[in-house]
């Protein structure tokens, strides 16, 4: 009896790891329609804010345009677009986000447009740590059809997780540093960075594809 359970749990091993590697791979994103619209370039709109914290949305617009270059496409000067909503009484992320794709198509002739919403931005507290984190998630939409090309989301922190060797008074003077420069110092820029960066990136599971400025625009 022990050897016939012995031989079924062999023969159910395999299966069993199998089950559960597969579980961790992330399913492949259709980009069937974001390659047929083929954009070249990208007017960003100004990012919803759903954080506490009243200069996420510009932290993060700042950002975005480096690596979106980087993977070859053009990007409308974030300034220009945001003082052109202004001028047409649009003051706020929502107000832009607002409005129709064709619209935006006929006043800026850009190809696509990205939506962004900061979802978590700024830093949190213990006893022990400091950690400033900053989460977005993107939305690349087709202007001339309103139809949705590709969406990511990705986070990024400041907490490197380093262990302290002076014991607990030594990783609480630490945690006070850290505090003190996440406080004294616009720490959060640099995390935006990172964040927006992994979101936009292009070459990643999942993520943008190459524009066709790059060299890799023909090899995806």
Not at 19 to 38: E, I, L, M, N, S
Request: proline share 5%; charged share 15%.
């Amino acid at each position: 009896m022990l050897q016939r359970v012995m031989k079924l749990a062999a023969c159910l091993a395999p299966a069993m790891l199998a089950v559960g590697c597969a579980t961790h791979q992330a399913t492949p994103y259709d980009y069937t329609a974001f390659k047929a619209a083929k954009p070249r370039s990208i007017v960003v709109l100004p990012p919803l804010n759903t954080s506490p914290e009243v200069t996420a949305g510009y932290t993060v617009l700042s950002q975005v345009t480096y690596p979106l270059a980087e993977a070859g496409y053009y990007v409308l000067p974030v300034a220009l677009v945001e003082e052109t909503f202004k001028q047409n009484g649009l003051s706020s992320a929502e107000d832009a986000q607002a409005v129709d794709p064709r619209k935006l198509h006929s006043i800026f002739g850009a190809d696509a447009a990205l939506y962004l919403t900061v979802t978590n931005f700024g830093a949190s507290y213990t006893v022990l740590n400091s950690v400033v984190t900053v989460s977005a998630k993107a939305r690349l939409v087709d202007l001339k059809t309103g139809t949705t090309l590709w969406t990511g989301e990705a986070s990024a922190n400041n907490d490197a997780n380093n262990n302290n060797g002076g014991g607990l008074v030594g990783a609480l003077v630490a945690a006070a540093v850290k505090q003190i420069i996440n406080n004294s110092t616009d720490a959060s820029y640099p995390v935006a960075g990172a964040a927006s960066q992994r979101l936009l990136a292009a070459g990643q599971v999942n993520g943008m594809l190459y524009g066709p400025r790059s060299v890799y625009y023909k090899q995806q």
